[in-house]
C-alpha cells in the first residue's frame, strides 16, 4: 500500500506541474514571415481560443484578418500596407465572443531592396471576401490539425499514465501478499 500512495502522490504532482505550462504556452499568436516587408503577405496562427472563428486586428494589416480552424487554433491571412513604416505592432485577436483575448506582435522590417516600401504590389492590396464554397474552412481544418497535440492530449496523457501506474502498483502489491502467504 505504501507504493500505492507514493504513485499516487508522484502523478498528482506531475499532473500539477505540467497542466498550467502547458496551457500558458499554448496561448498566442505566430507570424509567418516572423518579418514582413511593407507590401508583402503574411500568415497568422492563433492558438487559445476555443471556437471555430476569430479576427485578428492590427495596425500593420490592410484589413482585419479572418481567422478560422478548430481545435484551439484558428488561422487565416492578411498582407502589411506598402506605406507602412518598419516597426513592431499589436495584434489583436477576438474569438469566443471576448474582444481582445490573445495578444501579440508582428515585426515589420524594410522590403529587400533596402526601402521602406517594395513598388506596387503584384495582387490586390486588401482581402478578398469571395466567400470560397467552405473549400477555405477545410484547408484552414488540415492546417490546424498537423500543429500536433495540445494541452487536452498532455493532461489526458498524464492522467492515463497516473492510472496505468496506479494499476501496476496495486497488481504489485496483491501479488506480493498472496505470494508471502504461500511461503
Not at 504556452?25 to 496562427?45: E, F, K, M, Y
Not at 478578398?128 to 498532455?154: E, I, K, N, S
Amino acid at each position: 500500500m505504501r507504493s500505492l500512495r507514493i504513485t499516487l502522490c508522484v502523478g498528482a504532482a506531475v499532473a500539477a506541474v505540467f497542466a498550467p505550462v502547458a496551457h500558458a504556452a499554448d496561448a498566442g499568436v505566430r507570424v509567418t514571415p516572423g518579418s514582413p516587408a511593407p507590401g508583402g503577405d503574411i500568415q497568422l496562427r492563433a492558438t487559445g481560443c476555443a471556437g471555430r472563428t476569430g479576427t485578428a486586428k492590427s495596425a500593420a494589416f490592410v484589413a482585419d484578418a479572418r481567422l478560422t480552424g478548430e481545435d484551439g487554433a484558428l488561422v487565416g491571412e492578411t498582407r502589411v500596407p506598402t506605406s507602412l513604416k518598419p516597426g513592431t505592432y499589436d495584434i489583436k485577436v477576438s474569438c469566443d465572443g471576448y474582444d481582445d483575448r490573445i495578444k501579440g506582435t508582428v515585426t515589420v522590417g524594410v522590403a529587400p531592396d533596402g526601402s521602406a516600401s517594395p513598388a506596387a504590389p503584384a495582387s490586390p492590396v486588401a482581402p478578398v471576401h469571395a466567400g470560397g464554397g467552405g473549400a477555405a474552412t477545410q484547408l484552414a481544418l488540415v492546417d490546424a490539425r498537423q500543429t500536433g497535440p495540445g494541452t487536452w492530449h498532455t493532461v489526458t496523457g498524464l492522467v492515463l499514465a497516473s492510472v496505468a501506474a496506479v494499476a501496476v502498483a496495486v497488481r504489485s502489491a496483491r501479488r506480493s501478499r498472496h505470494g508471502d502467504a504461500r511461503d
